[in-house]
C-alpha cells in the first residue's frame, strides 16, 4: 500500500515531506491565532468544571475541596425547601420568556424597518443610533437611571411627574414599575445588536426574488410574508434555540446593577445569577455549596433545553433550520 501510494504521488508529481512539522507548516500561523483563545476556553470553561463537586460537599475553608465532608443532595434539598426558591425561579423564567418572545419580534422588526430605508446615509445614522446602546456598560446605565429616577433630584421627579401633575415616586423602593423599567431597559440595549444578524441575513437574499415578486404584483407586505421571512427561518430557529438554553440564566448587570442592588426591589429583581452571586458574596462557608447546586441544576436544564428545542425544531423544519 505504501509503495502504490509512493508510486501515484511521484505520477502526479507531488512530494510530500515525512515530517509532520514540515507537512503542516503552512497551519501554524492558524494555530497560533486560535492559541489565545483555545487557552481562554480551557481556563474558563473546562477548569471550573472541577467545581461542580461543591454542589455534592458541606466545604469547609480548613479542609479544602476535596477534604470537605460529602453532603450528598443536601445543598440540592435546602434549595428546593427554601421560600426564595420561587420567586428566583419565577422572576428568571418569566422576564426571559418576555425577552425571548418580544425580544425576537423586535429584533426582525428592526431589521425589516432598517432594511427598507433606500437612502444609504439615513441608514447608517439610524444603524448607529439603534446600536449604540450596547456599547454602554451596565454601570454608566444604572447612573444614567439614577440620574433619571433619583428621589430628590431625578428627572422624573423633578420635572416630569410634577408636569403631569402627580407626586413623585421613590422609584428605589416601589417594586411595582421595575418589571417595565427592565424590560424596556433590556430591549433598548440589545434590540440594536441583535438585529444586526438578521439585516446580514436579509442582505444575503438574493434580489432576483423580489424582483419576479413585483413583476407578479407583490406589495410589499407580501414580498416581506412570502420571501424575507420565510429565508430568516434557520437564523430565528438557531437564535431561538440558543436562547432557551439560557432560559435559566439572565444579564447580571440588568437584574443587579441597575436596581443598585436594592432590598425593597429584591422580589422583583433577583434571578438565578443573582441569587447565586449573593450567596457566594455571604462571606459563609455553607453558602458556597448553595451556589454550587444552583448553578449545576442550571447548567444541566440548559443542556436539556438545547437538546429538547433543537430536536422538535429538527423535527419540523424536516432538518432544514436545526443547530446540529
Not at 512530494?15 to 514540515?22: D, H, M, T
Not at 431625578?154 to 413623585?168: C, D, I, K, T, W
Amino acid at each position: 500500500m505504501n509503495q502504490l501510494k509512493k508510486t501515484i504521488d511521484t505520477k502526479e508529481g507531488v512530494s510530500r515531506p515525512k515530517n509532520w512539522l514540515k507537512r503542516n507548516k503552512a497551519q501554524f500561523e492558524i494555530l497560533g491565532m486560535s492559541l489565545p483563545g483555545a487557552i481562554l476556553l480551557l481556563l474558563f470553561c473546562y477548569l471550573p468544571m472541577f467545581g461542580i463537586i461543591l454542589a455534592f460537599k458541606d466545604y469547609s475553608p480548613r479542609d479544602g475541596i476535596l477534604g470537605s465532608a460529602w453532603a450528598g443532595l443536601s445543598n440540592f434539598s435546602y434549595l428546593f425547601k427554601s421560600n426564595d426558591i420561587f420567586i428566583v425561579l419565577r422572576n428568571t423564567i418569566g422576564y426571559n420568556l418576555v425577552f425571548i418572545l418580544l425580544g425576537s419580534v423586535l429584533n426582525v422588526s428592526l431589521a425589516l424597518a432598517v432594511t427598507s430605508v433606500r437612502q444609504k446615509m439615513a441608514s447608517k445614522f439610524y444603524q448607529t443610533v439603534y446600536i449604540m446602546p450596547y456599547f454602554l456598560s451596565w454601570v454608566i446605565i444604572s447612573y444614567l437611571g439614577l440620574a433619571l429616577m433619583n428621589v430628590s433630584n431625578g428627572f422624573f421627579n423633578q420635572s416630569l411627574l410634577p408636569a403631569m401633575g402627580l407626586n413623585p415616586i421613590d422609584w428605589y423602593t416601589n417594586p411595582k414599575p421595575w418589571p417595565f423599567i427592565l424590560t424596556f431597559a433590556n430591549f433598548w440595549k440589545w434590540t440594536g445588536y441583535s438585529s444586526i444578524i438578521y439585516i446580514a441575513a436579509i442582505a444575503g437574499i438574493d434580489p432576483t426574488y423580489y424582483e419576479a415578486a413585483t413583476i407578479d404584483g407583490a406589495t410589499g407586505w407580501q414580498k416581506i410574508w412570502h420571501i424575507t421571512l420565510p429565508n430568516l427561518r434557520t437564523i430565528f430557529c438557531i437564535s431561538l434555540i440558543t436562547q432557551v438554553g439560557g432560559i435559566l440564566g439572565g444579564d447580571m448587570g440588568l437584574f443587579y446593577q441597575l436596581p443598585l442592588d436594592s432590598g425593597a426591589l429584591a422580589d422583583v429583581t433577583t434571578t438565578i445569577p443573582v441569587y447565586v452571586f449573593k450567596n457566594l458574596t455571604k462571606g459563609s462557608a455553607s453558602s458556597l455549596g448553595i451556589s454550587s447546586a444552583t448553578a449545576f441544576i442550571q447548567s444541566v436544564v440548559g443542556c436539556i433545553l438545547v437538546i429538547t428545542v433543537n430536536k422538535v425544531v429538527d423535527k419540523i423544519s424536516s432538518g432544514e433550520s436545526a443547530l446540529f
